[in-house]
């Protein structure tokens, strides 16, 4: 069973701080990883796609790989409240074509 | 660049009925996938269509079905619908199976 692991939450961060985001997965050899945010009642939107070993920034948003760990994460500087979001990790394993496995979200709280 | 679109946007039908939920790809892509998200769970993967061939399927029953169009659009059907199927129905578009997959607004489906 190919698993991917976030801690629900909710993340509470004061504004203009630094938010990390966590996520496990449990196929060694998985080649794509993905974050979305979505805000409540809306779809997932992608924000952040990582396919190598170590750091991706755009912007705000900064994904980290480690594949040796299986662990992926994204960091958010200077956090803002209309960043209040859940973040899903997406994990693409191996021998899939196309189906992406999906924690079930972290929930970040951005307080003013 | 015309987004994802899907419709109906709300649905409510009863338990034993049948239902079609419609998507139109991102222009340029070639693959559609479908996804279930149940209240506070993150997305779980029902199939997915490339170039009008089914190229994958997650643990659904058969009474899950659906195809793409030669414009690559595409339908999920639900037949003899159950109180378990309400949900977000969610389409992804994408340039091929493994790529970035771009979301549509959803649909959301209420089984009375």
């Known amino acids: 069973q190919k698993e991917v692991e976030q801690n629900s939450g909710p993340l509470s961060v004061p504004e203009g701080a630094i938010a990390s985001l966590n996520c496990t997965y449990s196929d060694r050899v998985s080649q794509s990883f993905f974050w979305y945010r979505q805000y409540s009642g809306k779809s997932p939107e992608l924000i952040m796609s990582i396919y190598s070993n170590g750091d991706k920034e755009d912007g705000r948003f900064t994904a980290q790989l480690n594949k040796a760990s299986q662990y992926v994460s994204l960091l958010i500087r200077d956090s803002q409240p209309s960043d209040s979001a859940t973040y899903l990790c997406?994990?693409?394993?191996?021998?899939?074509?196309?189906?992406?496995?999906f924690g079930q979200g972290t929930t970040l709280q951005v307080k003013p | 660049e015309t987004g994802v679109t899907q419709s109906p946007t709300h649905l409510i039908k009863t338990r034993g009925q049948q239902v079609t939920l419609r998507c139109s790809s991102q222009?340029?892509?070639?693959?559609v996938s479908w996804y279930q998200q149940a209240l506070g769970q993150g997305p779980q993967f029902i199939f997915q269509y490339y170039r009008e061939e089914e190229n994958g399927r997650g643990n659904f029953p058969p009474r899950f079905s659906g195809l793409q169009f030669p414009n690559y659009s595409s339908e999920l059907n639900v037949n003899a619908l159950e109180l378990d199927d309400s949900a977000l129905y969610l389409c992804?578009?994408?340039?091929?199976?493994?790529?970035?997959?771009?979301f549509g607004p959803g649909t959301r489906l209420t089984v009375l």
């Open positions: 997406a994990v693409l394993f191996s021998g899939n074509t196309g189906k992406l496995i």
């Open positions: 992804a578009s994408s340039l091929g199976g493994g790529s970035e997959q771009f």
């Open positions: 222009s340029g892509h070639n693959t």
